[in-house]
């Protein structure tokens, strides 16, 4: 693999740290033979030949095993690269927003997940859109929530595969000027997750979880303990970052970003906070590690100790600041500066050579495991809700995982397209334009854990407005300095004359547009679709002599 990795590098291999390099292979190599191994651990169903076993782990998590799953599945590159280069790169609104954001989220997992999880385990529902289609007996809807769920978990998986070639590139790989060359690394790390995904499914990064968590908190612990004191102190970690965010961008003739929010900076901070809370848990991904569960009170569990992970999150932002103070240049191998590639430098800088290595192994797997998750959730919606709705409605299990595995590998491939499409210098967009997309699920999925009332087709309707919205208004937004769209997420809201995620804004129009037409649609009577549950649905757990396999969904 490192003869591969060499060759990537081009003639020029000078800049190479072998040491970290080493390390990172071998860690690398470790965590794929887990994720081949996986396979066979604790699974009921020796073929892995249904959705059950390969897509949700058979439904077989305990709190343990939940908590690292998800800490895994939420706890991304997004956390460990994207955040912290955006504290470095504009300071608190774009950056230090995702510290209340974690700690909104999890009362939102408690109150609605676990009625998620009680309805779909009774009914042996997969995704959030075999919820909406039992609930609301609308393939249409269905379908609407299933396409919003690919799209919006690809630039997620793009942020991924962006931490990963980040570490790659401060350790020196990726230098040649041919372009091939300089996204080969990338291509083999995207080629093994691939592989071990395909083969083990949703217990491939249950199992990594554990590795990737432990490398993850070792670093970050050593890097908040050491890094300050080298530094100067945190007296002057946040002195040096209060005056790079005071001076003028000669770009745009404004401060460079913001220390500490003023009052104009308020409403951008709150939506971004409050907008990606409500969206994090409608990603497929976060809910098939949900629903992986085995009953409802490991959710409970997990919403009261996953807390722990915010904490972290805190501490990794403000590495964003810790580099300022150190004066750390985040210079990639084509000349140009890239806030995404800071946290790497800080620690290429700041430490020896063999710790430098555990920490970019840290990220790297860190970025793994929520990529093959997103992948797999991404494929069962398109199993569940477009093959075997629209395509082949007599699919058998076996069918079903097939399909299911190869989907997912087009995914990693829809990803990549971001990847090499969007503006990387702040990759956090990557993670926020999937929620502008997301987020118009909410009104089916949540609001449909408690009322029927709205009607299948004004929430139909509602989706495809905010939708066009919420896509238009991001496309327009252009970054200054790179002139690219999808600059930023956060837009002018027109009626408060105030600034707020994109995402939210559509949320807003999207409950309105829905309101207002089930109105109509009552009014005309129109067709209502036949509602499959009922209220002891939502509160059943395991073990319930209710709990069932629909009829279609079995083999026959």
């Known amino acids: 693999m490192s003869a591969g990795l060499l060759a990537a590098s081009g003639e020029d291999t000078t800049g190479i740290n072998w040491v970290a390099l080493t390390i ?53 590159a997004y956390t460990f690269v994207a955040v912290p280069a955006a504290m470095f790169a504009t300071g608190a609104v774009t950056g230090f927003f995702a510290v209340p954001y974690t700690i909104i989220v999890y009362p939102i997992i408690f109150v609605f997940m676990s009625r998620l ?61 041919n372009k091939f060359a300089q996204d080969l690394p ?89 907008g990606s809370a409500m969206a994090l848990f409608m990603y497929p991904h976060s809910i098939t590690a949900v629903l992986s569960s085995k009953n409802r009170n490991v959710i409970r569990r997990n919403a009261s100790i996953l807390p722990a992970y915010s904490f972290l999150l805190g501490l990794l932002a403000l590495l964003g600041f810790i580099a300022i103070a150190a004066g750390t240049k985040p210079i990639g191998l084509d000349g140009l500066p890239n806030p995404q590639l800071v946290v790497p430098q800080l ?71 971001f990847v090499f499409a969007l503006d990387k210098t702040l990759a956090l967009n990557f993670q926020l334009l999937g929620g502008v997309w997301i987020l118009q699920t909410f009104p089916a999925i949540v609001f449909g854990l408690y009322t029927r ?57 999207n409950v309105l547009v829905a309101a207002v037409l089930t109105v109509v649609f009552r009014l005309a009577k129109a067709p209502e679709g036949s509602d499959i549950t009922k209220p002891s649905d939502y509160k059943a757990d395991a073990g319930d002599p209710s709990v069932h396999d629909l009829p279609e969904l079995t083999d026959a």
């Not at 919003?148 to 991924?160: E, F, H, R």
């Open 117 to 177: 999880w009680s309805i779909s385990h009774t009914h042996g529902f997969v995704t959030p859109a075999d919820f909406v289609k039992g609930r609301y007996g609308s393939r249409g809807l269905s379908l609407a929530v299933a396409l919003t769920g690919i799209l919006a978990t690809m630039p997620y998986i793009a942020l991924q595969l962006v931490g990963i070639q980040a570490v790659l590139e401060v350790m020196g790989i990726g230098g040649s000027q």
């Open 347 to 417: 620690f290429e800088d700041e430490f020896p050579s063999w710790f430098a290595g555990i920490a970019f192994a840290a990220i790297a797997i860190g970025a793994l495991v929520p990529a093959a998750i997103m992948s797999i959730a991404a494929a069962n919606l398109f199993t569940r809700n477009i093959y075997r709705d629209f395509l082949k409605p007599d699919a058998t299990h076996a069918q079903e995982a097939k399909v299911s595995k190869l989907a997912s590998l087009v995914v990693k491939l829809g990803a990549l397209v």
């Open 453 to 509: 009332w709205f009607h299948r087709w004004a929430l139909l309707a509602g989706w495809a407005v905010a939708m066009l919205y919420g896509s238009i208004t991001a496309y327009q937004q252009i970054n200054p300095a790179t002139h690219k769209h999808f600059g930023t997420s956060v837009a002018p809201i027109e009626l408060i004359g105030r600034s707020g995620y994109i995402a939210l804004t559509a949320f807003a129009i």
């Open 186 to 274: 990338l291509l083999i790390a995207f080629a093994v997750l691939a592989a071990y995904t395909y083969s083990s499914g949703l217990r491939a990064p249950a199992m990594i979880a554990f590795v990737k968590d432990g490398l993850i908190y070792l670093v970050i612990l050593v890097a908040i303990v050491y890094l300050p004191q080298h530094v100067g102190g945190w007296a002057h970690v946040f002195d040096s970052a209060q005056e790079k965010m005071a001076k003028t961008n000669p770009v745009t003739n404004k401060p460079v970003g913001a220390f500490i929010p003023n009052t104009m900076q308020f409403w951008p901070y709150a939506t971004l906070a409050l």
């Open 24 to 76: 990172v292979i071998v860690l690398f190599c470790v965590v794929t033979v887990m994720g081949f191994m996986a396979a066979r651990w604790r699974r009921q169903d020796a073929s892995m030949g249904s959705l059950q076993e390969w897509g949700l782990g058979g439904r077989s998590f305990g709190t343990f095993i939940t908590w690292f799953l998800l800490g895994g599945d939420l706890y991304t």
